[in-house]
């Protein structure tokens, strides 16, 4: 009993400091996956029950960068319909299919991403007053959208790299109303593979539920500290996180 209760005491903490990371930047589901898999979760269960903790998250920060005015809402609709297509069939994907096979896709995506933000850094952090680009007038944006609901509702874990780099890159949001967005995306597509995995039975809700008070707390210190910092220290952050999360991913 003593030695469970140390284990949820450290799945609080660790959905704490994965809040953050997540609302920052990504890859914060590179440590509270392993640590639901310590509880002895099968990995199925693991990447299901992480989805509550990260779903609860996304509310809290997204809810606190629009309360700041950093939400840009004039084209969600869009955005958040493809991300949405491309989470159903993520997740139903996730839910038949072993998670082995996009380990490869995911360090690669990630690596990509790390080389991008290394090399070249406009790329996904466009200048000030770089105006954003209507989803509907650029069709290759609409591609990048469903691919990253379809990873994202396989496997939570560097789903926000992905959308910065969709969100900044391509659609020329800067980073701090880009994480806005993330967070936004993420509640929906997110949303949806949960229904999935519920319908599947495979949430264990006690960790979850547990997993995500530390992620919601640590979703509020992200959106403090991301209205404080500069775009290059967010740049930068998102930088070393991308880099993180590849040595989490060969790891685990």
Not at 114 to 123: D, K, M, S, T, Y
Not at 151 to 172: D, H, K, P, S
Not at 200 to 210: H, K, S, Y
Request: proline share 5%.
């Amino acid at each position: 009993m003593d030695s469970e209760l140390l284990f949820y005491g450290l799945l609080a903490i660790t959905g704490l400091v994965a809040g953050v990371i997540n609302t920052l930047a990504g890859g914060g589901s590179n440590l509270t996956v392993p640590a639901l898999l310590l509880l002895g979760l099968p990995a199925d269960t693991a990447n299901a029950t992480n989805r509550v903790g990260v779903i609860l998250q996304c509310l809290v920060g997204a809810r606190g960068f629009r309360k700041a005015g950093h939400l840009p809402l004039d084209d969600a609709g869009w955005i958040l319909g493809l991300n949405m297509l491309g989470g159903l069939a993520g997740a139903l994907l996730a839910s038949f299919m072993p998670n082995m096979y996009l380990k490869p896709v995911m360090l690669g995506t990630m690596t990509l991403m790390a080389l991008i933000i290394l090399l070249r850094p406009n790329v996904i952090a466009p200048p000030p007053g770089t105006p954003a680009k209507k989803v509907q007038r650029h069709p290759g944006s609409w591609v990048a959208l469903l691919l990253a609901g379809v990873y994202g509702g396989f496997v939570q874990a560097g789903v926000g790299f992905i959308l910065l780099g969709t969100l900044a890159g391509v659609l020329r949001y800067d980073l701090l109303r880009a994480n806005a967005l993330k967070l936004l995306c993420t509640i929906f597509f997110t949303a949806v593979a949960l229904g999935v995995f519920i319908w599947r039975g495979q949430v264990a809700w006690a960790p979850g539920l547990i997993l995500a008070a530390g992620t919601m707390t640590g979703a509020q210190l992200g959106v403090r500290w991301a209205l404080r910092i500069q775009q290059s220290t967010l740049k930068w952050f998102l930088f070393a996180m991308t880099v993180v999360a590849c040595g989490a991913a060969l790891a685990f």
